[in-house]
């Protein structure tokens, strides 16, 4: 059974920045996608960043610019960094990874998911 671990949420004032990392054990995907969904208060979830293994990334627009996602493979390792934040990126943010072995790139759905942690953004 995969385990998907996030820690760095927080709480910070606009324009703060804060580090998300996911570690990941259990999973023996060679073809993966790995990434962090988030889930403002009272909204759907919605993607935020993704890579695959073959190095291709998406960063949502709302983002662009201000977060980085990047990865660490020895350590199983994913990272959210999370730069000039906005009240608008209160959300909890999730850790997601999917198998990528009959697929080109990350999916719409159909991941496994970590159980989240909360960033919370304050004016």
């Known amino acids: 059974q995969g385990q998907l671990v996030e820690s760095g949420g927080g709480s910070v004032q606009a324009g703060g920045s804060l580090r998300l990392s996911c570690t990941a054990s259990?999973?023996?995907?060679?073809?993966?996608?790995m990434g962090w969904f988030r889930q403002p208060p009272g909204q759907e979830r919605e993607k935020v960043a993704l890579f695959n293994d073959r190095g291709a990334t998406y960063l949502a627009d709302s983002v662009k610019g201000r977060f980085t996602i990047s990865q660490d493979s020895a350590k199983n390792t994913v990272y959210l960094q999370m730069n000039n934040l906005k009240p608008e990126d209160t959300a909890m943010y999730y850790c997601?990874?999917?198998?990528?072995?009959?697929?080109?790139?990350?999916?719409?759905?159909?991941?496994?998911w970590g159980r989240g942690t909360q960033v919370t953004v304050s004016s």
């Open positions: 259990g999973y023996a995907y060679s073809y993966f996608c």
């Open positions: 997601v990874v999917a198998d990528l072995t009959r697929r080109d790139w990350c999916p719409e759905d159909d991941y496994y």
